[in-house]
């Protein structure tokens, strides 16, 4: 698979620089000849429709016959952005500054300056920008003799290998020293080749190294790209729980009831089918149902008896543009529910911006939107 993404990626770097070559030859002719300002700016912002347009049908051609084409093609574009597109503006803006037009080099020097921070920030620096965010949530009601209780909520690793990145998020994970610990899926993902088994022998040594127990249990659900995913809890204390629930005593007699859901359940659109697992449930003083995508709360099947629900599988989009949020989340949902704790029609839903990123063949990327370890403080 690597070397079929790879062969795909150089014939569209190839395409691409030939294109670049072909706009900046055309600078060289122009340049003795501009005059207008009007006219310099109508050739610039052509020239960045042409190299856009060309980018986008080239990564479309390729991506076609590279694994994952969505993933591929994003990624695609992402190089041409962060790779012939700085070389390109930087180009440009040093023909300018020969010419002595040293105001107008100004805008495309800084349009590859400002290209390489977004580089430095979303392929180096944000992505591994752990936070630990905590959310208060009063489920009290007011009542005199209300307790808290601290739920860690850890979602989508999609880790490809255990390195020092994941060996710190599980230490941060333990040291928040939680009364009640929730994994909502995704745990392992290979990038363009498959997962080596060592990667899960890593993964499950992690995790009892740092500890990561909590009084009152550990609850897992499956995510979209795990497969034999309880053998990876296997005798590491963590309860499985697809389409079942686990009764939980909590201090002062109270009790809680988590209801796990399949990765299929969890983005249904069949009320029929959410009704069923969340009606075979006991009644609790507190009933959470954990779940991988956040889009079943959309159908509002038998949700009315829920107090919380905990979800992940959007990474808060992973992608943040400033004023406009994220392009794209992969859920239904309205985009404002990607990532925190909001309301959901009266309903608390809290969606993980995860720990890690895509894999696959999608571009390694995170941007305004770092990931997170999260805290529910719930007073019941």
Same mark, same amino acid.
């Given at each position: ?7 795909? !990626?150089?014939? &569209? ?7 670049s ?12 000849g ?16 042409? %190299?856009?347009?060309? !980018? ?15 993933? !591929?093609? #994003? ?5 041409? *952005? %962060? ?6 503006a ?5 023909l300018? %500054? ?8 100004? $805008? ?12 430095v920030?979303a ?12 959310h208060?949530? +009063? ?7 209300? =307790?808290t ?26 040291q ?12 392992l993902?290979? =990038? *363009?080749d498959?997962l080596s088994?060592?990667?899960?022998? +890593? &993964? ?14 550990v ?6 790209v +795990? ?6 809890f296997?005798?590491?204390?963590v ?10 005593t909590l201090?002062?007699?109270?009790? $809680?009831?988590?209801?796990g859901?399949? !990765?299929w359940?969890? =983005? ?16 609790a003083?507190?009933?959470?149902v ?8 959309d ?10 629900? $905990?979800?992940? /599988?959007? /990474? ?12 794209? #989340?992969?859920?239904r949902?309205? =985009? ?7 309301? &959901?029609e ?20 995170? &941007? ?9 403080? *719930?007073?019941?």
């Open positions: 698979m690597a070397l079929r993404f790879w062969s795909v !990626a150089l014939a &569209f770097h190839v395409g691409l620089i030939l294109v070559i072909a706009i900046g030859r055309c600078w060289l002719r122009r340049m003795p501009v005059k207008r300002v009007a006219q310099w700016w109508g050739w610039l912002i052509g020239d960045a429709c042409r %190299f856009g347009a060309a !980018a986008l049908l080239l990564a479309v051609a390729a991506g076609v016959f590279a694994p994952w084409p969505p993933g !591929a093609i #994003t990624r695609l574009l992402c190089q041409a *952005l %962060f790779g012939e597109a700085i070389l390109l930087a180009w440009i803006a040093a300018h %500054f020969q010419c002595g037009w040293r105001a107008r080099a100004s $805008l495309p020097g800084l349009l590859a300056i400002l290209l390489t921070l977004v580089y920030e392929y180096h620096r944000c992505p591994y920008d752990l936070q630990v965010r905590r208060p949530l +009063d489920l009290s009601g007011g009542r005199a003799d209300a =307790r209780l601290r739920v860690l909520h850890l979602s989508d690793f999609q880790s490809h290998v255990i390195g020092a990145y994941q060996e710190r998020a599980i230490r941060m994970a333990a928040q020293r939680a009364d009640l610990i929730v994994f909502t899926g995704d745990y993902q290979g =990038r *363009l498959s088994p060592q990667v899960a022998a +890593d &993964f499950r040594a992690l995790l009892r190294h740092e500890a990561l127990r909590a009084p009152l249990g609850y897992a659900v499956q995510g979209d +795990d497969s034999d995913w309880q053998s990876l296997a005798g590491l204390g309860t499985c729980l697809v389409d079942d629930f686990a009764r939980v201090p002062g007699r109270r009790s $809680l009831v988590v209801i859901l399949s !990765a359940l969890s =983005r249904s659109r069949d009320p029929a089918a959410l009704s069923r697992v969340i009606d075979a449930a006991p009644s003083d507190l009933r959470v954990i779940g991988h995508a956040p889009d079943f709360v159908t509002r099947a038998g949700l009315r008896r829920i107090d919380l629900v $905990l979800a992940g /599988h959007t /990474h808060g989009g992973q992608v943040v543009l400033p004023l406009l949020g994220p392009p794209l #989340t992969l859920s949902l309205p =985009r404002r529910f990607a990532g925190g704790l909001n309301s &959901f009266g309903m608390p839903l809290h969606v993980s911006c995860g720990i890690g990123m895509e894999r696959l063949s999608a571009p390694q990327i995170r &941007f305004l939107c770092p990931p997170e370890i999260c805290i529910l403080e *719930l007073r019941y």
